[in-house]
Structures are given as structure tokens and as C-alpha cells.
């Protein structure tokens, strides 16, 4: 039997090549088989109907996302994402990983070189990968204390840290500390910020890509807990961008200077962190070209 590969069927019956890799991987293909990464699919395979399921959301970008991070793909804007985030994000807070031990972790479970690479790193990257999933999983629904708090408690479980009584890993800081050398809310105040700020914020119609970069200066200012708050609320911005179809961006390490005058300048001129956040929301839609998804 002569088969043909998944670009093939996909111009033969006039479908992306990604929904045909769908229908492989769920079964929808007779006959069809993987030889390594790649889908043999006999040549008179029948096409699947279309069966006529609700979309997880009107955004395509999420759409994408969902579907990739269900199927495990690799090479997609899924897989682009995770590392790039979380490379970013662990190592503006001073992980020792590098970007292709992140890549790594999350396509192999390895790490290769480990001199002079810290258990926690290695702890709080593959827990990075699981709040992004969560954040994808959660996309549509709105923001709560519950479910900051439960991505905390997943970026941080297992790490050092969550060993320690009083660090309260999943809930609200309980001693006082500072940001920058700047002091922050007291432990007694958090959680009646986080609500005043949680109920501005969800009261907001329409929301724009400015008020969720607000919303990110109030919660790094309020640092609600003991640690974690910078990658925390990077993944906030990531989900609300998601949530009101606005292009999500990742603050990269080599642009973090600029991230933190913003966030220290913000009372005076907010163009600075607007400027920084749109910066990288540019470079994040080069992402979306490349991958041909519209925004």
C-alpha cells in the first residue's frame, strides 16, 4: 500500500496540516501510523466529517495554543512559547539554567551539563511548564485570588522554599519584604489590596492591553508573596492578553532593565512599561507570522 504524508493529504483534501495531524493523533485516519515524528497516512484513507465542535474561544492564537498543548506537539507556537517564557521569566529572577537547558527539560526531561546548576532551577522550570498549561487550561475565566494563588502554589511546590513553614507556598506572604530595595504592602494589608485590586480590575469592560499592564504594576507593587511575585504576574499579563484577544508578549531577560525602570517609574511616566510591554508584544507577533496565525 502506497501512503502519502500529512502535506500531502492536507492539499489533497484542502485542510491545514496541522487539522490532519489532529485527526492522525486522534484516531480519525485509518491506517494511519507514526515512523518517528512522522505520519504515513494510506493513500485512500477516507477524510473525517468535520464534526461541529464548540471552539474553546473566539481567539485563534488560544485556540492554537489548547490544541497544541492537548496533543504535545512540538515545534509549534505551544512549544516556542513555553520555553521562551520560561527561560525568560526564571532567569530574569536569577535561575542558573540556560535556554537550551530549559529547552531540555521540556522536550526531554534532561538537563545535560548540571555544574553549578541549583536543584530549585531545575524544580521551578518544569513547574513554570505547568502554570502555563493552567493559564492556557484557564484562559477564559476571570482573574481570582484562588487561582493566583493556585499558581503559586504550582511554581513553587517542591522547591526549597515550600520546606519552610512560614514561607507559605500557594497563599500570602507573612513576613515583610521588598522589591528593588523598595518596601512593599505589609503581610496584615495583602489580602485586602489584592481584593480592592481584583475588583477594580474585573469591573473593567473592554480591557486593553494598557489596563493589564497596569494591573501588573499594582500587583508587583503589592507583592503579595514571599517570592515568585515577578514570575507570577508575568504569567497573569500572558493569560488576561489571551483572555481579551490581545497579542500576549514575553519580557525577555536582555530588555529586563528597561521592564524594571518601568515598573520604578511608573507613578511618574507610565510610557516607559508601556513602551517595554508593546516592544515585546512586536517581537512576540514576528512568533505569530512565522507560524501563520492571525491577530
Given amino acids: 500500500m502506497k501512503y502519502l504524508s500529512v502535506s500531502e493529504v492536507a492539499k489533497k483534501w484542502s485542510l491545514s496540516e496541522r487539522s490532519v495531524r489532529n485527526y492522525c493523533a486522534n484516531g480519525r485516519i485509518k491506517g494511519a501510523f507514526l515512523t518517528g515524528k512522522t505520519w504515513n497516512i494510506p493513500e485512500d484513507a477516507i477524510k473525517p466529517n468535520r464534526i461541529d465542535e ?10 492554537i495554543l489548547k490544541e497544541e498543548k492537548d496533543m504535545r506537539l512540538k515545534g509549534g507556537i505551544y ?11 526564571n532567569h530574569i529572577e536569577g535561575s542558573t539554567l540556560t535556554e ?8 526531554t526531561n534532561t538537563i545535560g551539563e548540571t ?23 484557564n ?24 520546606l519552610k513553614s512560614w514561607f507559605n507556598v500557594g497563599n500570602y506572604k507573612t513576613r515583610p519584604n521588598e522589591v528593588g530595595g523598595n518596601e512593599t504592602c505589609l503581610p496584615e494589608n495583602v489580602a485586602k ?13 473592554n480591557k486593553t492591553i494598557e489596563d493589564i499592564i497596569e494591573f501588573h504594576y499594582h500587583f508587583e507593587n503589592i507583592h503579595p508573596f514571599q517570592d515568585g511575585n515577578g514570575r507570577i504576574g508575568r504569567l497573569i499579563m500572558f493569560k488576561e492578553c489571551l483572555a481579551n484577544n490581545i497579542v500576549p508578549f514575553i519580557i ?20 516607559f512599561l508601556i513602551d517595554t510591554c508593546l516592544s515585546a508584544q512586536d517581537k512576540y507577533k514576528k512568533y505569530l507570522d512565522y507560524f501563520k496565525i492571525k491577530y
Fill in 54 to 63: 464548540k471552539k474553546f474561544s473566539d481567539n485563534e492564537l488560544l485556540n
Fill in 79 to 89: 512549544h516556542k512559547t513555553q520555553i521562551a517564557l520560561t527561560y525568560n521569566s
Fill in 100 to 107: 537550551e537547558q530549559t529547552r531540555l527539560i521540556f522536550e
Fill in 115 to 137: 555544574k553549578g546548576v541549583k536543584v530549585d532551577d531545575i524544580v521551578e522550570t518544569n513547574n513554570h511548564f505547568k502554570c502555563f498549561d493552567i493559564i492556557i487550561d
Fill in 139 to 162: 484562559a477564559k475565566k476571570p482573574l481570582t485570588e484562588k487561582f493566583i494563588k493556585e499558581l503559586h502554589f504550582t511554581l513553587k511546590v517542591g522547591t526549597s522554599d515550600s
Fill in 193 to 205: 489590596e489584592m481584593k480592592q485590586l481584583l475588583i477594580t480590575y474585573n469591573s473593567l469592560k
Fill in 252 to 271: 525577555e531577560d536582555e530588555i529586563k532593565m528597561y521592564y524594571y525602570r518601568g515598573l520604578r517609574e511608573w507613578q511618574n511616566e507610565k510610557g
